[in-house]
C-alpha cells in the first residue's frame, strides 16, 4: 500500500509538472517576473488547481496534496519556500470563494489528461493563456 502511496505522489507530480509546463508555455512571455498581483494571483490559482484536482483524482489526502502543490509551484515558478508558502495559505479561502482560475484549473488538467488529440491538448492548455487575456 505504501508503495502505492508513493507512486501516485510521484505520478500527480508528473502530470501536473506537464501539464502545468505546458500551459504556461502557451502564455506571454516575461509571465514570471510579472508584478501585477492579479496576474500573480491568477496564475498561481490556476496552478493550485490543478494540482489539487490531479491529487484528489489519484485518491490522495490533504497532506500530500499539499506536498506535492508546494514542491511543483515552487519548481514550475522558481519562487522561495516563503514567498510560496504565502500564496498558497490564501489559496483554500480563495478556493472556498470559488476562485475562477481555481476551478479552471481542476478542469482543465483533467481535460488535459482525457483529450485524445494534440489539438484538444493544446486548447486545454490554452485554458491559462484565456484567464491572463481577459485580466490584461
Known sequence: MHNNHEDNIEAVTKMALQF???AIGQCPAGLESSTNRD??????????????SAAYVAGLGEDASAGITADVLGRINGMDKDSLSKFLALMPMLAKKEYPPIGIGGKAI???YNSTT?????ATAGSLREILRQIG
Open 110 to 112: 483533467i481535460s488535459f
Open 39 to 52: 496576474i500573480v494571483f491568477a496564475v498561481l490559482g490556476f496552478q493550485y488547481g490543478a494540482v489539487q
Open 118 to 122: 494534440e489539438e484538444e491538448n493544446l
Open 20 to 22: 502545468l509546463a505546458e
